[in-house]
């Protein structure tokens, strides 16, 4: 029995960091696997030449601008297909071939389309985007409760109103479930077509580092993915429990 | 509405996939050059003749043999290692971090470092696949551990059953769900690191040649490969809710 209690993820980061010293030193060499405090060197460096928030940042941006423009999309597409038959006849074809095929393989085309410009890692974390947040609220606009909508009916509240009053806000975890989910795919995402095409991201650092036979340098875009990618779930997870706590997700995952 | 509600529900989706189908067959060479988007017609002509020279079926039968050796690997180990943690009560807050960290580190970037430390043969291929669902399927025994509810653990303890009893008829039964649930999401993690592998490490397979064909400007190619690998991911996940769902000591927990 451990009672880990609030400091349990503490103990966690450093229980992850004596592994890896333990794995690197088994290896012996850090030109095959670099100790911690390489990779933590290497990033002081990189943060004093700033070089590591220019990559960190172009990654971020490719994120986030596809991601604002396109998940409130993807919401309302969602709700819209929630509402009407048809409108969900229409789209459901085309939600379960996006859904079935992994977004990473569309990155050639995307290549091919738009070149090795932004435009190209934009449009996939916006397609990521809609199509993931729409599959979300969809189904959150299912699960309403009928009893809900008929309350709202009864006390004169109808048709769209409703729509809008009761089936949209009660829609909302499960949207905001879509958000986390697309977030995490659109990183899986975008450092895939940084190693791909691009001249600058955590992905570009993971193949200049292969490209340069400096595993150091594939450690630290590594470590760096991982650590942005908890810091916008936990993020989000936090934004979300503070701002919007009605709307919570915690119990429902 | 019912029987009415579904044939109309075919009727537009039928609409919605011939309106999607005359859009590209018209766009293709008037909007958009036949390199960047082919004409449907020669992406069938295209399916059908790498079908006739074999080279669809060599690349999607290694990519099969990786993705469900992979998935297989990654499924077993994850059990074992959800159940283990799981079981050790309090550990999860510490190993938690840990996993999260993990599940945010994309299949991809590990791909280079794989390549470095195993070479390029099919072994890295194999554990960047294994890798990914391991995480996947971990997190969520570990969850399912977790929430076996305390009720049933009192009760199997007043009814004075011993440490294993317990864990064969409570813990592993309430947590089942929870298994086939991160084993279905490991499916389509499993297949996003097959494409990732099959990009940069390559010799064979769907995702090769959806790579090899963009760099020579086949692009009716590329599209062949993209809609097998749709397929396939659809394929897969059909098949395991078909093979959990029908059979009997296994469907009851996949209520959920």
Redesign the interface.
């Known amino acids: 029995?451990?009672?880990?209690g609030r400091f349990?993820?503490l103990?966690?980061?450093l229980?992850?960091f004596i592994l890896w010293q333990v794995a690197a030193a088994f290896v012996g060499t850090p030109l095959?696997?670099p100790e911690p405090m390489d990779v933590m060197r290497g990033l002081a460096y990189m943060t004093e030449t700033g070089e590591l928030f220019e990559h960190l940042g172009a990654t971020l941006q490719r994120l986030l601008v596809p991601l604002a423009v396109g998940m409130p999309l993807g919401a309302v597409l969602g709700c819209a297909m929630g509402a009407s038959?048809?409108v969900?006849?229409?789209?459901?074809?085309?939600m379960?071939?996006a859904?079935?095929?992994?977004a990473?393989?569309?990155?050639?085309?995307a290549?091919?389309?738009f070149g090795v410009t932004e435009l190209a890692r934009y449009s996939l974390v916006f397609y990521v985007g809609v199509y993931v947040v729409a599959l979300n609220a969809r189904g959150g606009v299912a699960q309403v409760p009928r009893l809900r909508i008929k309350a709202a009916n009864t006390l004169g509240v109808l048709g769209a109103s409703a729509f809008f009053r009761v089936v949209v806000p009660s829609s909302f975890p499960a949207i905001l479930a879509g958000v986390r989910t697309a977030t995490?795919l659109c990183?899986?995402v975008v450092?895939?077509a940084e190693?791909?095409g691009a001249a600058s991201g955590?992905?570009y650092l993971?193949?200049r580092?292969?490209q340069n036979y400096d595993?150091t340098l594939?450690?630290i875009?590594?470590f760096g993915?991982?650590?942005?990618?908890?810091l916008f779930?936990r993020g989000i997870a936090f934004a979300i429990e503070r701002f919007m706590p009605r709307w919570s997700v915690r119990r429902r995952v | 509405m019912p029987g009415h509600g579904i044939r109309r529900t075919a009727v537009v989706a039928t609409l919605s996939i011939l309106t999607g189908l005359a859009v590209w067959a018209v766009a293709s060479g008037t909007l958009v050059s036949e390199v960047q988007l082919p004409h449907p017609h020669a992406v069938w002509q295209e399916a059908v003749a790498k079908a006739e020279s074999g080279l669809l079926w060599e690349s999607i039968r290694i990519s099969l043999w990786r993705v469900g050796w992979g998935w297989a690997i990654g499924v077993v180990a994850g059990i074992a290692t959800g159940l283990l943690l799981g079981e050790l009560r309090g550990v999860d807050a510490v190993v938690g971090p840990i996993f999260e960290f993990l599940k945010g580190v994309a299949p991809i970037s590990l791909v280079p470092i794989m390549i470095l430390w195993f070479g390029i043969g099919e072994l890295p291929k194999l554990l960047i696949i294994a890798y990914i669902t391991w995480v996947v399927v971990t997190v969520s025994t570990m969850t399912g551990v977790r929430e076996v509810p305390k009720v049933r653990l009192r009760a199997a303890r007043c009814l004075g059953l011993s440490q294993l009893q317990v864990f064969y008829r409570i813990i592993l039964p309430s947590t089942a769900s929870y298994v086939l649930l991160g084993m279905r999401n490991g499916i389509g993690f499993a297949y996003i690191a097959l494409v990732s592998a099959e990009f940069i490490a390559v010799d064979k397979g769907i995702g090769f040649l959806i790579m090899d064909s963009r760099l020579n400007l086949q692009t009716p190619l590329m599209v062949v490969g993209i809609i097998s690998l749709g397929l396939l991911g659809s394929g897969s996940q059909l098949l395991y809710d078909a093979i959990t769902l029908q059979t009997p000591w296994l469907s009851r927990f996949r209520r959920q």
């Not at chain 1, 993915?225 to 908890?230: E, F, K, R, T």
């Open positions: 029995m451990i009672r880990p349990g993820p103990y966690g980061i229980l992850f095959l696997f038959r048809d969900n006849a229409w789209f459901d074809p085309y379960r071939m859904n079935s095929t992994p990473i393989a569309l990155i050639p085309f290549l091919l389309w995490g990183i899986m450092v895939a190693m791909l955590l992905g993971i193949i580092g292969r595993p594939i450690f875009g590594i993915l991982g650590i942005l990618s908890i779930d």
